[in-house]
């Protein structure tokens, strides 16, 4: 019955393709209601069986997944998901394995998709797009409602409240609402300045975010080998996995050899996964390759993907402190400390001159008479006193600092990314001005990574001219031990067209000489040929070997490519050009190594072929060890490859060295290629040679004893043939010589180095998604320049944190002291609360958005590096700011006893001269921040359109406070002479300034004195 019933369904569906579209239709329809009357009927025949308690054999059937929104497909995405998500093996059997998926999803699995437009939008719109759903980005109003839990700003919510109260019970609306009202707008001017940078900040990460996810994918679209974004994956698409990689959505393996997977990210487990056509076939979405290649038919993408369900409820943490930012807040603490001790000193010093009657109103009048004062006078006066105390202490909090880290950090980070750098971790960038030694990779980072082969040696022979000399036997053996053990691929569109090469620039560059100067036909090679086993190269390893069988003869060869000295060591024997074997005795040995040793004097990486071939007998014992045979084998040829050094590179490597920077170069590539190239860079002088300990290789390193490394780690400049495990060795010797270490990687092996170092720097063309992760910053061309550009920037931002921290303390010691002095001696504090207030924007926020943006300069390179314990406020800052503070203490104080007499003014005049004199003297040095030690504040000044326009706003926004806004801000307006005296005051703070940069400070940092003195006497 089964059979028949099987037979008659595939009879039904088999529907010629000259049939019409609505025949067709109309045969789906019949064959749809044939089988659910079938199945229905089986169903009440087994209903019919449980009743009498027998149980039938199960009919086997096949179900019919009719989906008649989307006839083009014959498979639907829930299916599709269920599959993989289960790992169901039978239901993957019954739908006709791989090739069967493929085939409903409508692609070919060897040239996959089409790819056009209408076709990837018929995709998306079956089975989805590969975007994640994530949590919504915090809006304006968050950033809002976190401003005002600042206590010190509910604080002076409080007294703007109570004060708009008694201010209009007193003085009715039209007049009374002035003072509270004046600080409720101005705290609300701060809240909104603040909630803007935090909220634009944080639409910046969003933004790097998604540059950071935007991964490149390989994938086979049209019969071609070709990159696109992540985000255009679709169903269908057939996509090629090397190490490294992570997978981009949920598939099915095509084929591959030696496939592992890291599933460590889905399921915690840390052993690696097999996945091949048996027992594994399942890939899923967020997974890492550890091993092998491959490719795989992809089955679901974005939120249909296990890792789009868990990825829709994690959000990027947004909020992570850099080491800066925490001993800025630690700063910031230590500061508020000392502020809200002058403030309760201040609101007790004016408490106690109110109540025993030592303070007079504006009309002369004693303001409290003990009983005869009203009680809503005594509170309306206490709320002023309160608000002038809370006022003290909002312009002691440098709440500017965090601001400014942030600002500055976000800034830079966003010009970082013009400049070729993708910043992962905040940190980053500050520990990068600090590093002391860079160690980095080779092929790509120094180099252009454009490789080509220059040289072939076949036996003892160069071949310059011509290969028609050489044998057709050992031609058609390099031929196939090229096509047949690589993991690039060649393309053309047709015999005109140019071919398309694609995999690793090493692989490149072989694909290309043997397709261009050999005429291979690499696609006539993979058909002759059966893949039976592949060991895949990694940069331990150095070297990939292959096992195949011929189909025309059965015979089974062993291939091996890699590292010359690593191959020629394996081998036995070699070709002539005349196709004769050879002993490869010690004698012969030497000969070769000479020939290697040439071609990387002369800057070549040596690629060497061997080739063996082996008895069933021996295929046997090999394959149960999964081992490929790695002894007596033959040499087929040599090849040299130049790779040419990036233009610019020694230049950086001089500014890095200029800078006080080590620059030490660690590479796979063997010692006489890595001396010629690090020569060539500057990082070697032609003289420093092997005796003299520049020059190791990375086993002589790894045997060395760890006091030994310690030792010789700083002289170390080159490192060749090194493996991951030796960059990491020289990472942790150079740290535990407290040396701030930044490091370049790009191979899945590079991982722990990278996590180790400082600063991990990957490679953004040729780095694996394994370092990308691993790493701080993403180095998206590849280039040495570019690192040395992060130098700069990070060197910068420390620069640019520095000067605003000399801005901010001048304005809270000068702001401190004259509050203090003023309201102790005469009872009343000069600055009123809103004044303080729009001295606090100035400095904080406007403050740290004109000195955090200044851009890099030449003058940074100038310098040692900042070590990891040296002091934030260096001598020379305490030098600047406590001249500049000392100085506008001296000229406030001055106008506040004596500046009515001098100027012959009244006393809401003079109130009114000490605030824009306070003011001004805070915009002219905003100018002095700008250099820390040069003398010349405006070098370059024109290049930063911020600053200047920032400095403009401030002096546009303080004649309106004092001219226009006299109530608000309880001013006065002042004459031309009266504001010419303003000016010439704050003007003043440049040539004390420029005298002070004179006064030379000590290197040794003030208050380390200050601990050894402590330390001496208590000895």
């Known amino acids: 019955m089964s059979n028949f019933l099987r037979s008659s369904i595939e009879y039904l569906l088999d529907v010629p393709s000259t049939v019409s579209q609505p025949k067709k239709r109309w045969h789906l329809a019949f064959a749809t209601i044939y089988c659910s009357r079938t199945i229905h009927s089986l169903a009440r025949v087994s209903m019919a069986n449980k009743k009498t308690g027998k149980l039938s054999p199960s009919h086997s059937f096949i179900i019919l997944d009719i989906n008649p929104h989307n006839s083009s497909f014959n498979i639907n995405q829930a299916n599709l998901t269920e599959l993989v998500k289960k790992k169901n093996h039978k239901r993957l059997r019954q739908l006709g394995g791989v090739a069967g998926i493929a085939s409903a999803i409508k692609t070919d699995i060897e040239g996959g998709i089409c790819g056009g437009v209408q076709d990837i939008a018929r995709r998306q719109e079956a089975f989805g797009s590969n975007a994640y759903k994530k949590p919504p980005t915090k809006s304006f109003f968050h950033f809002l409602v976190e401003a005002f839990k600042d206590l010190t700003i509910a604080i002076l919510l409080a007294c703007a409240a109570l004060s708009l109260g008694f201010g209009i019970k007193e003085h009715g609306l039209k007049e009374g609402w002035y003072d509270g009202g004046s600080i409720f707008v101005a705290v609300f001017l701060v809240i909104a300045v603040s909630a803007v940078s935090n909220y634009r900040q944080n639409r910046q990460f969003d933004k790097l975010s998604r540059v950071s996810n935007n991964i490149k994918i390989d994938v086979v679209r049209q019969g071609r080998r070709q990159q696109v974004s992540i985000f255009e994956l679709v169903v269908g698409d057939v996509v090629c996995l090397n190490i490294g990689d992570q997978i981009p959505a949920d598939g099915l393996f095509v084929d591959g050899h030696s496939l592992q997977i890291d599933e460590s990210s889905m399921t915690g487990e840390s052993d690696h996964v097999e996945v091949n056509h048996d027992q594994n076939p399942f890939l899923f979405s967020g997974t890492k390759v550890a091993d092998g290649y491959g490719r795989m038919l992809v089955t679901s993408v974005g939120m249909n993907t296990t890792w789009g369900e868990m990825m829709s409820h994690i959000s990027r943490d947004t909020s992570e402190q850099t080491p800066l930012q925490a001993r800025l807040n630690k700063l910031t603490s230590s500061i508020g400390k000392v502020g809200l001790a002058v403030a309760f000193l201040v609101l007790a010093v004016l408490l106690i001159r109110y109540f025993t009657g030592n303070t007079q109103d504006e009309n002369g009048n004693r303001e409290f008479n003990g009983s005869k004062t009203k009680a809503d006078d005594i509170v309306n006066a206490v709320v002023g006193i309160v608000a002038a105390a809370v006022t003290i202490v909002v312009v002691a909090i440098p709440e500017g600092l965090p601001l400014a880290v942030t600002l500055t950090l976000a800034y830079s980070m966003k010009r970082m990314m013009a400049d070729q750098a993708m910043v992962r971790k905040l940190s980053a960038c500050e520990t990068m001005g600090s590093a002391t030694t860079i160690c980095t990779d080779k092929t790509g980072t120094l180099t252009m990574n454009l490789m080509k082969v220059t040289k072939f040696w076949l036996g003892q022979e160069s071949m310059e001219q011509s290969t028609s000399s050489i044998s057709p036997h050992v031609l058609e053996l390099i031929k196939q031990g090229v096509a047949l053990n690589t993991t690039g691929s060649a393309y053309r569109a047709n015999p005109e067209a140019e071919y398309e090469f694609s995999g690793s620039p090493t692989e490149k560059a072989i694909l290309s000489w043997a397709i261009l100067d050999l005429e291979m036909d690499m696609e006539e090679q993979k058909q002759s040929c059966i893949t039976v086993h592949v060991e895949a190269f990694n940069s331990q390893k150095k070297r990939s070997g292959v096992l195949i069988r011929k189909k025309l003869d059965n015979t089974i060869h062993v291939h091996w490519k890699g590292a010359a000295e690593m191959i020629l060591a394996m081998c036995s024997s070699y070709y002539d050009a005349s196709g004769i074997m050879k002993d490869l005795d010690d004698q012969q040995k030497s000969v070769f190594k000479k020939i290697i040793q040439g071609m990387a004097d002369n800057s070549l990486r040596c690629i ?126 150079l740290k535990q010589k407290g040396q701030v270490v930044a490091v370049t990687g790009d191979g899945t092996n590079d991982a722990p180095a990278l996590k180790e170092a400082d600063i991990g720097l990957s490679m953004g063309i040729q780095g694996t998604e394994v370092a990308k992760e691993s790493s701080d910053i993403v180095i998206l061309d590849d280039n040495f320049a570019s690192v040395a550009t992060v130098l700069r920037w990070g060197r910068c931002v420390y620069n640019n944190i520095q ?217």
């Open 803 to 1019: 000067k605003f921290i000399q801005f901010q303390l001048t304005v809270n010691v000068a702001a401190l002291v004259i509050n203090f002095v003023a309201a102790v001696s005469a009872g009343e504090v000069p600055l009123t609360a809103v004044q303080l207030l729009w001295v606090n924007l100035i400095m904080d926020t406007l403050g740290a958005l004109a000195l955090a943006t200044e851009q890099p300069t030449k003058e940074l390179m100038d310098k040692a590096p900042v070590g990891r314990t040296e002091p934030l406020i260096t001598n020379i800052m305490w030098r600047n700011l406590l001249a500049q503070a000392l100085y506008q203490i001296a000229v406030l104080l001055t106008l506040q006893f004596k500046g009515e007499s001098i100027f012959g003014v009244a006393e809401k005049v003079n109130d009114t001269l000490i605030f824009n004199t306070f003011v001004l003297c805070q915009v002219f040095n905003e100018f002095n921040a700008r250099k820390l030690e040069k003398k010349n504040v405006f070098k370059g000044i024109h290049k930063n359109k911020l600053f200047l326009g920032i400095i403009g706003i401030t002096i546009v926004l303080q004649v309106l406070m004092v001219e226009f806004l006299k109530k608000f801000a309880d001013t006065e307006r002042l004459n031309w002479g009266q504001w010419g005296a303003c000016i010439g005051m704050a003007a003043l703070t440049w040539p004390i300034g420029w005298v002070v940069k004179y006064m030379p400070v000590p290197e040794r940092p003030i208050f380390s004195y200050l601990n050894w003195r402590m330390q001496n006497s208590e000895n």
């Open 608 to 733: 060497a072929f061997a080739h063996t071939q082996i008895s069933e007998q021996q295929h046997g014992e090999g394959m149960e060890g999964k081992k490929l045979k790695e002894n007596s084998l033959t040499l087929l040829g040599l090849v040299g490859i130049k790779d040419p050094c990036r233009p610019g590179v020694k230049k950086a490597v001089e500014a890095c060295q200029h800078a006080g920077v080590n620059i030490k170069m660690i590479t796979g590539d063997n010692v006489f290629t890595a001396r010629a190239i690090a020569i060539e860079c500057g990082i070697l002088n032609p003289g420093q040679d092997m005796f003299s300990g520049a020059v190791v290789e990375g086993e002589e390193f790894r045997n060395y004893t760890h006091k030994e490394r310690m030792e010789k780690a700083d002289k170390i400049c080159v490192m060749a043939r090194s493996s991951p495990f030796d960059k990491l060795l020289m990472v942790q010797c």
